[in-house]
């Protein structure tokens, strides 16, 4: 900064350090919410960072009740550090809530930075070898709390559930299909049951299946030196068995149907495979999960929400 600067900006009015405020009291958070933040994510299993368009809150206490307010832009240059890097970690994460703390001595004891985010990765098709562009909604958020970070990741797994009463239900409809068509005979010939089986008389109801959603948020070092973001990803739909697809041929979506017709469950049912394979995770210190079935019977959606069940960890609310 040239003298001349130097001179203007002491001339210029700084209100945040003149007089008093209004009225004093100590506030939970005050910050910014909604930056837009270019990140590229290191990822335990990737090669290359993971490259997203993050929406970004920053935010600290207010512990001193007499002053006017906090530094907003030593917050914004400080979370701004992390677009110029290559392979942004959780560590990363953690040295700008201590940045937070450290730009605000006297003022905070509390920071809170958090990043919302599209994560697009590559999935391949079922049977094709075909791949496309899936988007799964992600989010870091890390606390400095007591001294030290905390650090939270969340992520959301969109796959299809095939509810196990109503696939019960339409077998038993084609049963009686089946005897009205070939009870009288007392005997069938295979070509006559193949041909029966492949009309739409013979599959005479469908179960009824919707697109659902895992929301999973999981406690992790804050130190970690990688993201784990594709091995939650992995682990969730791997439990499920049933994820939606993107690029799709005849034999990718008879698989598809397979798979559902191997995995008929209901919320609860999804919501306990998940929590056995977050059990499993070493990096899953604790987590909190919810699956949500969008209905096509019902104009409601059927709701599962479980925990690890660590002592003071995650609450189902």
Partial sequence: MSVREADLNRLMPDVAEAGQPVQSGALD??????????????????????????????????????????????????????????????????????????????????????????????????????????????AVRCVWHDGGPEMELEVNV?????????????????????????????????????????????????????????????????????????SMIDAIEASLNTPVQTAVKREDEQEFARLNAANLMFCEDAARRVTAILNQQPWARDFWLRVDHYESLHAHDAVAINSKGVAGGYTAF
Avoid at 52 to 66: H, I, N, R, T, Y
Wanted: with cysteine; proline share 4%.
């Fill in 29 to 138: 958070w005050v910050g910014m919410n909604g930056i837009s933040l270019p990140l590229k994510l290191k990822d335990a299993q990737s090669v290359a960072s993971l490259v997203v368009q993050a929406k970004m809150g920053s935010f600290v206490s207010l512990d001193d009740p007499e002053a006017k307010g906090i530094h907003m832009s030593r917050l914004y240059l400080a979370q701004e550090t992390l677009a110029a890097q290559t392979a942004v970690t959780p560590q990363d994460f953690s040295a700008v809530l201590g940045r937070f703390i450290e730009s605000h001595e006297g003022l905070s004891e509390r920071a809170h930075l958090t990043a919302d985010f599209d994560l697009v990765t590559l999935r391949p098709s079922l049977k094709s070898g075909n791949q496309g562009h899936k988007a799964y909604r992600a």
């Fill in 158 to 230: 969109a796959y299809s559930s095939t509810c196990p009463c109503s696939a019960a239900l339409s077998r038993q409809l084609i049963q009686d299909g089946f005897r009205d068509q070939f009870g009288a005979d007392g005997h069938v010939r295979v070509e006559d049951v193949m041909a029966f089986l492949g009309s739409e008389s013979g599959i005479s109801a469908t179960p009824h299946s919707q697109r659902s959603n895992a929301c999973v948020k999981i406690k992790v070092d804050p130190n970690l030196s990688a993201f784990p973001f594709l």
